[in-house]
T-cell receptor, first 112, second 114 residues
Framework: DVKVTQSSRYLVKRTGEKVFLECVQDMDHENMFWYRQDPGLGLRLIYFSYDVKMKEKGDIPEGYSVSREKKERFSLILESASTNQTSMYLC???????????FGEGSRLTVL | AQSVTQLGSHVSVSEGALVLLRCNYSSSVPPYLFWYVQYPNQGLQLLLKYTTGATLVKGINGFEAEFKKSETSFHLTKPSAHMSDAAEYFCAVRPNTGFQKLVFGTGTRLLVSP
């Protein structure tokens, strides 16, 4: 069974803290994605990676960075968390440009 | 550029009634189209997809969708709603060539009453 695992389901952080959201996939997929989900806005792409050490900005990259040192792991970093980054974060992966997108269960982040 | 419009942020039906969730897309090239479902506190799961070929696509849990190019639509239907269908549904579009991002609609929450 395919699996995308997000390490933290729920996090509470304070404004200004550095936050790491980890995502691991066990399918040897080339492409990995980070989305943000907010009510009424759907899913918005933050960053994606099509290979190890490669990254591309999505539609809303401001305030975020990513790291992909190994093929199976894609990390989302909030350098200095702000309250407007309170959201649900979803990681996804797929094999190649035409593959199906598989999602993790999400990480709900609250920034106080 | 691609975009997706889902009409209605909430749709309410009774158990056993027809489910119709609307999705219209905009795409400058032939698209691939998808419907995803999200159950509470879970990630998204693929329901069905249209790539090429038959325009009526059948998915999991009795759902189906029809690609209508002339109407730029990809509406999701199910003949008879079940309580377990209560979830949020997302339509998504991407071009059918190259490395392309998936663009999601804003979602429709389906409420099913007994």
């Amino acid at each position: 069974d395919v699996k995308v695992t997000q390490s933290s389901r729920y996090l509470v952080k304070r404004t200004g803290e550095k936050v790491f959201l980890e995502c691991v996939q066990d399918m040897d997929h080339e492409n990995m994605f980070w989305y943000r989900q907010d009510p009424g806005l759907g899913l918005r792409l933050i960053y994606f990676s099509y290979d190890v050490k490669m990254k591309e900005k999505g539609d809303i990259p401001e305030g975020y960075s990513v790291s992909r040192e190994k093929k199976e792991r894609f990390s989302l970093i909030l350098e200095s968390a702000s309250t407007n980054q309170t959201s649900m974060y979803l990681c996804a992966s797929r094999q190649g440009a035409q593959g199906e997108l598989f999602f993790g269960e999400g990480s709900r982040l609250t920034v106080l | 550029a691609q975009s997706v419009t889902q009409l209605g942020s909430h749709v309410s039906v009774s158990e056993g009634a027809l489910v119709l969730l609307r999705c219209n897309y905009s795409s400058s090239v032939p698209p691939y189209l998808f419907w995803y479902v999200q159950y509470p506190n879970q990630g998204l799961q693929l329901l069905l997809k249209y790539t090429t070929g038959a325009t009526l696509v059948k998915g999991i849990n009795g759902f189906e969708a029809e690609f209508k190019k002339s109407e730029t639509s990809f509406h999701l239907t199910k003949p008879s709603a079940h309580m377990s269908d209560a979830a949020e549904y997302f339509c998504a579009v991407r071009p059918n060539t190259g490395f392309q991002k998936l663009v999601f609609g804003t979602g429709t929450r389906l409420l099913v009453s007994p």
